[in-house]
């Protein structure tokens, strides 16, 4: 016992792997137990027993192997992973447990397998099943039999696969053992249960006995239907249904459905072996069948016979042998023998079943011929073969052959082929057969009803009442309208009795009979047919059966059918009512009509009818309309009425009166009549007649019209059509064609005959008259909207000039759709009309090309031409092939009957000579295009052979194989290809090259289809070899189509076929299949009636979004599968769409335009955060490549297919450069429209760009790049942030692009660079750009180097990575490049640096060659540069712009610009370029903008001392000329208009060469010079005055320090500036414009420029800074006063804040600001005081009292009171209503002092004189009374503080003083500024000099050049000398100003540096706008002052500057000095001229 002790302290699973057999039988005992303790079927413990399973189950010893089983039982039912174990226990079970004696190891053993299936298992253990059946050992053979038939009879058949057990069954029953041949038996009788007779066929060779036995017990099988009784773990509903059911008792209702699904019908064909007998014909077969003995012949065909016995047959080509059977049916003598091969093609159709199919085409007319034969026999076989043949191929393929046949003579053959369809309509459903079918099928049908042999009728209502039956009433009464009640009823007699194949579903006459009947039959049917068909049998009655049995079932199943029929019936009546009514209405005699009329008519109006005075006829007419209008439609006597109208005078009639009115009451009659065809015939000859006539035509049109509605639009053409053209006059033809053109339009075009107006168009187009050829031409523009481009073919041999008309008119239509049809329907709409209307005109598409005339070739394709193309000679085949091409050339289009052509062609398809291959495959196609649809048939022995030769070794072949396939799949549409095994038998073949293009070719079209046949399931086990081909290309495409296979098979399918791979390929295709899962597509949807119609097979639904769907088809659905009833209700228009829609379906070359209607990108959620994943995660391969791989491309393909539209993506990955430009255009128009999915695809669209960046193809790559810049412009906008994801896969590609050859591309690349800073960091571009820099291309090198510094330049140091050092040695390596440029750009790089950086820049490069730094050192101090403080903007990084500035612009964005649009566009000829001229190349300058925006506050990072070059910054960027003269495109547009012309100018303004400059300035000073044009400037003021601020920094900063320049030359250049701007302000309508921003500018500018000393030292010096003086004054009276005030405002706190800012600049600034202050009584008025106050409100929170008192000067604080109180004074209380604009008013002490001042001012006296003043005067003491001289004085002073009277103050100040000469004026002066005190001493001063006539000039004094630029009031006097006084003319300002004038005509154009450069219009136009946008958030921190602004030039969008361009028709006064001086002017002018040249 000591052992034992041992082994029972060890764990379970060891124990059971224990030597000892006790051990392990404690071992399974205690596994028991804990497996089923184990609740959790994923618990880990499981898996620790994988291993152990088998050896449970094959114990050696007999005791534990016993609780082995249980255990194992236990796990297998219990354990998550115990399917792994599957195969080894079960083949353990088999071999060691059904050879134990013992029966309870036998039982476990049985269970075990059972309970492996249940888990769904079952195929593995069935294979060891099966294998066990070969044991030697009987007792495992009976065992195995045993348990296959137990699992058979518990899971049923659905779950135990029967066809291999079957295949065994034969051997089985031969075995020697009793045991085994009972067991068999038992199991045959379980297969019975199961399949019923189709197991006869497979047993019908074994032992007779045996077989009589087996029948004797298959009779005592209960007729039940077998159930499954236990189910899978995935069947579990049904199981929980199932028990249910049980606890009910037996069978309740429900208990049929579920039988339905549970039992599949079993084809007997399916289990059987196919054999091969092509090798088993007879060696002497092909003699002996042509031979001349009958008995020779007969030899060979029961030879066949005998073979094709077989019921199943071996697929092979049995193109040889049919084509002899064929010969000997149709040719042959001996009726005996035509039976004979009868029997032999029907044994042949039976045996390959589908397989037959492609021969079917080729036999059916020979058969139907032969039906002429009378013998019984022999019509007997030709029935059975004619009905085999038709089950193996579709109605639709033989329908051509059989309806040829129906028109023959012989009424055999007639009656034969009446019954034949009659047979074939019993296989149909009604989706099989459409009315596209039926229609054709009627109307054949109808004319043998009213044959004269009673066979032949017979058979027709048979057929008929087959295909009433079938398709249901609805469908097939539209045909039946013309058949008199008689036959309608013995056609409904006949559907009776029919008996259908299929259940029946739906459907007129079936339903009229109650439910039951048709019920009780298909049971019956489902058991006994032993055929495919009744597969579905079962199915179909399903949904009828379950209401019958209902207990209630009866009565109300009764009642809805009829209700159904009923309404069916008034559908049709609907339809067609009138017409079916009356169409047959006799001709009525004149009489019987004048009698009719006499009783509906007043007397006096028929006497009067013929009258011979017109007026009495009119008066007669008037009547008859009135009593027309009034009667009922019952009533109307149509036919008397119209044959009044046409009695004498009729349609002569003379008077164009009376014929109007006429001519309106048959169209009164036509719409409120009952009007038949024979009224109509009456009347339109007259209105013919009269189409032409001037007055009348229209009336003859509205007439047309009406009849056209009442009997139908095809009827009424092809009258009115044929009379035009039978009579001469060619205006009534070409107004005929007119009214048919619009009413085309008006009807829609269903049920027109094309062929008949083609012929007549034709007639048309030769006429002599053009109108006639114009209007034919109209009508053929119009045909082609519906008909489309088949329509062209008709026109071919037309001459070629009127060709080039009517495709111009075809071009005119392209892309239009058809209008809805808005007549003709309102009668359709009752009862189910509707919808048979939609579907008929459906077909109008198929119709046109089946209209065209069809030439037969078959009698051209001779034997000898057959011979020919077969000839062992290549050169003879070769011309039998051109032979072939001609023929088909000359026919252009053909019947599909070719003769032996097919087989020809076949062989040359697998020509050793490539040549012919190719040459054949162009026969090919070109026959696709010649026979159209009808093709179809000979997919089967045509099309695939062309498939193979997708594997051709030869690439061009492949792709003409390809071109070819798709050329016939445009025909065929796709069904026709993948029913049947041969593609599944092409993808077995392991030719890597077909596998690619085959699979490619499935990847394609799969996903366009709605459905496919289940036959695609056989190609599943290839598609799975490809998955794991060597070939990676095949793993690629398959891995590509397996989405597709997947999204029509579904997951479950494709998962259950892994089940016969190798363990480790289902792994892995399994994982690929999940992998699939996710990227599956959805289906196409359905044409759900109307709505998704639109969506027509074109792409999948997954393209369409719902509401796309909805708007598209005009309905009000919105749902995504629309409601057919809401669809309804969108009515007739929604309606017509769908049928443009269904057309699209039916003619693949329409869907160009027809669905590209929706959105072009499709947001997918999530989609492109998953995309990501994928990446990260490996699951696709990284966009990482030199140059793109085919696997790239198509996965970008496959990653685009669910997010792009199917269109677009087409023209994306089309292989010609052209499509790819259309989609780039595409993309282009909806980048606006669909920025969200731009955005939702943003990767793919990155990605898709890359690849065109290695296309050669320039024109692509600029439409990419224009495409780039708008699409960048749009994220920066929508601040959208590249990801890491698309910046990695985008970015190093562009950059490649960098290095192009062409100058144009490479600056539209820095563009695009400059603008991407936008929506990804800078610094993370500098890695990739430097990565940029170690390129091979020298070019590429030399840019990226100069595109790091401009972001250094941009965004200092910080953005250098991964640190400053590394990378500034990274660029110095550059220096000692080879190339020059290269070189080049490297050291202005790093002297880009040094100048932000200074010397530390030496540090950092580190030690450099010699020779390198001696270039280095050369070129900084060539630069002449001292490096400026590193700007400010280091910090900032990330170009985000901050919350405020986006509101800000968000606001703006739609400002004025859009108001002006339209002016805009009337300026520019070229509206088309609106976005694109400007928006490409104004990159470079955006820094620049930036920059020069901040220059108020980058002083306060710079010592005081510095601060005059304060600005050098800036200059960098305007040293490289290249840069800025980005040159647009479309430069020439640009010059298009006036508008753009000025932009030119303006951008020549800030020149940095002085001429061009000069010259610009001049330009713009002539415009602003005359009246009639000072306009055009409107709109271009801000870009004027940015352009002159800008030349005014250049002076300052480079010019000005620059030794070598000519400083006459910048005196010039000041002079025009200062002229223009002169010149600009006196003209107040444009001052007005400028904005606050660029007043801001300007007046640092100007002001700067004030205080430049070294202007002063020029030898005019002293004259330019009076003329400043004079602009300064002007621009202060002139501009908009709010913004002026708020500009100086803002100013003001710049300078404050900059520490580096001289007192003497804000000193002036504020003097301005008391100059406003002066001016506000005036102007308070017009100023916005909300953003007055908001800007004071920003001022007071960023200085508070403390802090302004902290200040050296006390200006700022008083400047700041005076102007509030001046405010106060004005507004009074109401001031404080102007706080609307300051969001929290507590930030500044604002508010609080505006109350303190109103409320000091009501304490005061009432007066209204200065507060101030009023304390000065109150001191006076004088002799005369106080209040008195008070009042004198304040009145005086008042004046002078007013702009206007100033000068009159003044003169009344000084004779006040004259007058009094010890008044005192100290205490007015003394409160007020120290600036108005010294104005008015000198205005005193002023006076005095006047008076007293010295003659001194005014303006000298006026403003000094020693008041340092103070910008007095005192200019006022000022002003007025220069315009006025003419003595004032030597000194006066007016001097210089007439000089800078002279000077400013120097003109000329040259660069183009400012021309993209946005102004600020755009932003700071807009008065509610409360900041200012240069220093919009001032009050934050500098920093965020400077990136905005930055980032504000950067966001502008550049049309702005047009949008306010010319045409805002102001009159503008013109300046009186221009004209007071313009002689003088002329005249140096002159001499200036003179002297320049």
């Known amino acids: 016992m000591g052992d034992d002790s041992e082994w029972m302290k060890l764990p379970i699973d060891q124990k059971c792997e224990h030597k000892l057999w006790k051990a392990r039988l404690n071992g399974y005992e205690e596994a028991l137990k804990l497996f089923q303790k184990i609740d959790d079927e994923k618990s880990p413990e499981w898996s620790k027993y994988l291993g152990l399973i088998k050896k449970f189950v094959t114990d050696s010893n007999a005791v534990a192997q016993l609780k082995g089983l249980e255990a194992a039982l236990a796990y297998v039912e219990n354990a998550h992973v115990a399917g792994k174990t599957t195969g080894e226990v079960a083949s353990g079970v088999v071999n060691k447990v059904f050879n134990q004696p013992k029966a309870r190891a036998k039982e476990l053993g049985l269970d075990i397998c059972l309970m492996y299936i249940e888990i769904e298992k079952g195929e593995a253990v069935q294979e060891e099943l099966l294998k066990g059946l070969d044991n ?113 008792g037996g069978d309740a209702d429900g208990g049929d459905d579920d039988e339905e699904e549970a039992v599949p019908q079993v084809d007997a064909y399916e289990l059987l072996e196919a054999v091969e007998i092509l090798s088993k014909l007879p060696k002497d077969f092909y003699e002996k069948i042509e031979a001349k003995k009958w008995q020779e012949r007969k030899e060979a065909l029961e030879a066949v016979e005998l073979l094709v ?122 989706s099989t057969l459409p009315k596209s079918l039926l229609k054709p099928f009627c109307a054949a049908l109808l004319k043998h009803i009213n044959d004269s042999a009673p066979e032949v009728r017979d058979a027709g209502f048979e057929a008929l009442g087959t295909a009433l039956k079938v398709a249901g009433e609805k469908a097939v009464n539209p045909f039946l309208a013309d058949v008199d009640k008689l036959k309608l009823d013995r056609i409904k007699e006949c559907a009776e009795k029919v008996e259908l194949v299929y259940g029946k579903k739906t459907g007129g ?68 009512g009138p017409e079916t009514k009356e169409i047959f209405e006799s001709e009525l005699s004149i009489e019987v009509c004048e009698e009719k009329a006499a009783a509906v008519l007043p007397a006096s109006c028929i006497q009067q009818l013929d009258s011979g005075n017109w007026k009495e006829r009119l008066a007669c007419m008037e009547e008859f309309q009135k009593a027309v209008e009034l009667m009922e439609r019952s009533e109307m006597p149509c036919q008397a009425l119209v044959r009044m109208l046409a009695k004498k005078p009729g349609w002569k009639e003379t008077n164009f009166q009376v014929m109007q009115m006429k001519l309106h009451i048959v169209a009164l009659i036509a719409q409120k009549g009952n009007f038949s065809k024979t009224s109509a015939q009456v009347v339109l000859d007259g209105l013919v007649d009269k189409v032409g006539d001037v007055k009348c035509g229209s009336n003859a049109k509205e007439a047309m019209t009406a009849i056209a509605e009442a009997c139908q639009l095809p009827w009424t053409a092809e009258q009115v059509v044929a009379m035009a053209f039978s009579q001469k006059n060619p205006k009534n033809q070409s107004e005929t064609l007119n009214w048919l053109s619009n009413a085309i339009k008006e009807f829609g075009f269903s049920g027109l ?79 189910g009309g509707d919808d048979g209307e939609e579907e008929e005109q459906e077909d109008v598409g198929n119709d046109v090309v089946d209209l065209l005339p069809r030439t037969d070739i078959s009698d051209k394709i001779t ?72 093709i179809k048939q000979h997919v089967k022995n045509l099309g695939i052979p062309v498939i193979t030769v997708l594997g051709d070794s030869k690439n061009n072949v492949r792709a003409a194989a390809l071109a070819t396939v798709n050329a016939w799949a445009e025909q065929t549409g796709m069904k026709e290809w993948l029913e049947g095994e041969d593609l599944s038998a092409e993808l077995k073949k392991e030719n890597p090259f077909l596998r690619q293009g085959l699979l490619g070719w499935l990847a394609e079209k799969l996903p366009t289809l709605r459905s496919v046949p289940s036959d695609v399931l056989l190609c599943v086990p290839h598609l799975y070899s490809c998955l794991e081909d060597r070939n990676g290309d095949v793993r690629k495409k398959a891995q590509d189509a397996l989405p597709f296979f997947m999204m029509h098979l579904g997951f479950e399918k494709m998962a259950k076929a892994t089940g016969k791979l190798k363990p480790t390929s289902k792994d892995q295709v399994l994982a690929m299949l999940e992998k699939a899962k996710a990227n599956m597509p959805a289906k196409p949807a359905p044409p759900a009636k109307v709505s998704s119609r639109v969506v027509g097979g074109a792409a999948p639904a997954k393209f369409q979004p719902a509401s796309a769907l909805a708007e598209d088809t005009g309905s009000n659905t919105m749902e995504s599968k629309p409601d057919p009833k809401k669809a309804k209700a969108g009515g007739p228009p929604s309606k017509a769409k769908g049928v443009q829609g269904k057309k699209v379906l039916s003619k693949p070359n329409l869907k160009e335009d027809d669905d590209k209607s929706g959105p072009i990108f499709i947001i997918v959620p999530n989609g492109k955060e998953q995309r990501m994943k994928d990446e990260k995660g490996l699951k696709v391969l990284k966009w990482n490549f030199t140059t793109p791989r085919d696997e790239y491309i198509e996965q970008l393909k496959t990653q685009m297919s669910s997010c792009v539209a199917k269109w677009l993506q087409d023209e994306m990955f089309h292989a010609d450069f052209q499509h790819h430009n259309k989609a780039l255009a595409v993309m282009i128009e909806h980048l606006e429209s669909e920025k969200d999915g731009v955005i939702s695809c943003l990767d793919l669209i990155l990605k898709w760009l890359t690849l065109r960046f290695f296309d050669t193809n320039t024109s692509v790559l600029m439409k990419a790049l224009e495409y780039l810049k708008l699409l960048f412009n749009l994220l920066s906008q929508e601040e959208y942030h590249l990801t890491e994801n698309e910046a990695s896969s985008f970015i190093p590609y562009l950059i490649l692009k960098v290095g192009e050859p062409k100058d144009v591309i490479r600056k539209d690349v820095r563009a695009i660079l400059n603008r991407m800073c936008l929506i990804y960091p800078a610094s993370k571009m500098f890695t990739f750009i430097m990565e940029g820099t170690k390129s091979k291309n020298s070019k590429q090198r030399a840019e990226c180097l100069e595109e790091l510094g401009c972001l250094v330049e941009s965004y200092g140091m910080n953005v250098c990575q991964p640190t400053p050092g590394k990378a500034l040695k990274e660029m110095a390596t550059h220096i000692g490049d080879r190339d020059n440029t290269v070189r080049n750009a490297a050291l202005n790089t790093i002297v880009t640096v040094y100048n932000v950086h200074g010397d530390q820049v030496f540090k950092l490069i580190g030690n450099l060659s010699e020779k390198d730094m001696s270039m280095l050192e050369e070129r900084i101090k060539r630069s002449a540069k001292r490096p400026s403080a590193a700007p400010v903007r280091q910090a900032e990084e990330k170009p985000q712009r901050t919350q405020n500035i986006s509101a800000n612009a968000s606001m703006l964005r739609k400002g004025p610009a859009e108001d002006m649009s339209s002016k805009l566009n009337q300026n520019r000829n070229m509206g088309g370029h609106s976005e694109s001229t400007h928006t490409v190349p104004r990159e470079f300058q955006l820094d620049l903008d930036e920059i020069e925006n901040d220059n108020g506050t980058v002083r306060c990072e710079m010592p005081a001392l510095v601060q005059h070059k304060l600005d050098d910054i800036f200059e960098p960027v305007l040293i490289p000329e290249p840069k800025i003269r980005a040159v647009s495109p479309h430069f020439d547009d640009m010059h298009s208009s006036i508008a753009s012309t000025i932009n030119f100018v303006i951008s020549q303004v800030a020149s940095g060469d002085i001429n061009t400059s000069i010259k610009a300035l001049a330009q713009i000073d002539e415009v602003l010079r005359q009246e009639c044009k000072v306009e055009v400037m409107s709109g271009h003021i801000d870009q004027f005055l940015i352009a002159t601020f800008m030349q005014l920094r250049l002076i300052y900063n480079t010019h000005m320090a620059d030794e070598k320049l000519d400083k006459d030359e910048i005196v010039k250049l000041y002079s025009c500036i200062i002229g223009s701007m002169i010149t600009l302000f006196q003209i107040e309508s444009l001052a ?113 009292k403390e802090k302004l008192k902290q200040c050296k000067s006390e200006f700022p604080i008083r400047t700041l009171k005076t102007l509030l109180h001046t405010l106060c004074k004005l507004k009074g209380p109401k001031i404080l209503d102007h706080l609307t604009m300051i969001d929290n008013k507590n930030e500044s002490e604002l508010e609080s002092y505006l109350c303190r001042v109103i409320k000091h001012s009501m304490d005061q006296t009432g007066s209204k004189a200065d507060k101030d003043t009023e304390k000065g005067a109150s001191r006076i003491e004088e002799k005369a009374s106080k209040a008195k001289v008070n009042d004198i004085l304040a009145e005086i002073f008042k004046k002078i503080g007013s702009k206007e009277n100033t000068k009159e103050g003044l003169a009344e100040l000084y004779e006040y003083k004259k007058k009094y000469s010890d008044a005192d004026i100290e205490p007015f002066l003394k409160n007020s500024s120290q600036f108005f005190q010294s104005y008015v001493e000198k205005g005193l001063r002023l006076i005095e000099t006047e008076r007293e006539g010295k003659g001194s000039i005014a303006g000298s004094t006026g403003i000094s050049p020693q008041m340092e630029g103070t910008c007095v009031p005192a200019s006022t006097p000022t002003v007025s000398s220069s315009i006025g006084n003419t003595n004032g003319e030597e000194v006066g300002p007016s001097v210089y100003l007439e000089r800078l004038k002279i000077l400013r005509q120097r003109c000329g154009l040259d660069n183009a540096k400012q021309e993209d450069r946005p102004p600020l219009t755009s932003l700071l136009s807009k008065p509610a706008v409360p900041t200012v946008a240069s220093s919009t958030d001032m009050l934050h921190s500098k920093l965020s002052q400077l990136r905005e602004s930055r980032e504000q030039y950067q966001h502008l969008d550049l049309d702005s500057n047009q949008t306010h361009s010319s045409g805002i028709g102001t009159t503008l006064a013109s300046p009186s000095s221009a004209a007071a001086n313009i002689d003088d002017l002329k005249k140096r002018l002159e001499r200036i001229k003179s002297s320049r040249k």
Not at 162 to 179: G, T, W
Not at 795 to 814: C, G, T, V, Y
Not at 876 to 884: A, H, Y
Not at 1675 to 1698: G, R
């Open 1632 to 1744: 007005r414009e400028a904005s606050t921003g660029v007043l801001k500018d300007l007046m640092h500018g100007l002001i700067t420029l004030l205080l430049d000393s070294r202007v002063e030292d020029l030898e005019e010096g002293v004259q330019v800074i009076r003329s400043v003086n004079l602009l300064v004054l002007k621009v202060l009276e002139k501009s908009d006063q709010t913004n002026i005030l708020s500009a100086l405002l803002v100013l003001l706190q710049d300078s404050l804040l900059a520490t580096a800012s001289s007192p003497k600049f804000s000193e002036l600034v504020m003097k301005c600001l008391w100059r406003m202050v002066r001016l506000l009584p005036e102007t308070i008025n017009t100023i916005n005081l909300d953003r007055i106050l908001l800007d004071i409100h920003i001022f007071l929170k960023v200085f508070p």
């Open 309 to 430: 016995k077989n019921p199943k047959l071996e697929s092979g080509d049995y193109a040889d042998l049919v084509k002899v059977l064929k010969k000997v049916v149709g040719k042959d003598t001996n009726v005996m023998l035509v039976a004979l091969a009868a029997k032999c093609l029907a044994g042949l159709a039976a045996g390959l079943r589908k397989k037959f199919g492609q021969y079917a085409g080729h036999v059916v007319p020979t058969i139907l011929e032969k039906f002429k034969e009378k013998k019984p026999q022999v019509v007997q076989a030709l029935q059975e073969a004619i009905d085999a043949i038709f089950l193996t191929t579709t109605l639709q393929n033989i329908s051509e052959d059989v309806l040829a046949v129906m028109d023959n003579k012989n009424p055999t053959i007639k009656q034969q082929t009446s019954l034949f369809i009659a047979r074939s309509f019993r296989h149909c459903t009604p």
């Open 753 to 831: 005959n094309v062929k008949a107006f083609i012929s007549n168009v034709k007639t048309a187009l030769a006429a002599t008259n053009p109108a006639v050829r114009t209007s034919a031409i109209t009508l053929l523009g119009v045909m082609y909207l519906y008909v489309g481009p088949p329509l062209r073919m008709f026109f071919e041999d037309e001459k070629p000039a009127l060709l080039s008309q009517i495709d111009a008119e075809f071009e005119k239509m392209q892309g239009q759709t058809a209008p809805a049809p808005t007549r003709g329907i309102s009668r359709n709409s009752v009862g």
């Open 863 to 934: 034997e000898e031409l057959v011979s020919k193309i077969g000839d062992k000679n290549w050169k003879i085949r070769k011309e039998g092939l051109d032979e072939v091409t001609s023929i088909i050339n000359d026919a252009k289009f053909i019947q599909p009957n070719i003769g032996e052509l097919p087989a020809a062609l076949k062989g040359r398809l697998n020509d050793s000579n490539k040549i012919l291959v190719q040459q054949t495959l162009s026969i090919l196609q070109q026959l696709a295009t010649a026979m159209g649809p009808n």
């Open 136 to 248: 030697k050992n009987p007792k495992i053979i009976v065992a195995c039999i045993e348990t296959l038939r137990k699992a058979l009879s518990e899971f049923g058949s659905k779950i135990i696969s029967l066809k291999p057990i079957i295949k065994v069954l034969p051997k089985l029953f031969e075995s020697r053992e009793k045991a085994v041949r009972d067991e068999a038996k038992l199991l045959a009788v379980e297969i019975y249960r199961w399949i019923r007779d189709a197991l006869r066929p497979p047993l019908q060779n074994i032992n007779s006995v045996q077989l009589k036995e087996l029948e004797e017990e298959w009779v005592k099988v209960s007729s039940a239907a077998p159930k499954q009784t236990r189910f899978l773990r995935s069947q579990q509903e049904l199981k929980a249904k199932f028990e249910q059911q049980q606890a009910v």
């Open 509 to 576: 006459a079936a339903e009229k009979k109650e439910g039951k009947p048709v019920t009780g039959k298909t049971p019956a049917l489902s058991g006994t047919s032993g055929d495919k068909e009744t597969k579905d049998a079962a199915t179909k009655p399903g949904s009828l059966k379950k209401a019958p049995t209902a207990k209630p079932g009866g009565p109300p199943k009764k009642g809805k059918p009829a209700a159904a029929t009923g309404m069916g019936g008034a559908g049709a009546k609907g339809k067609k």
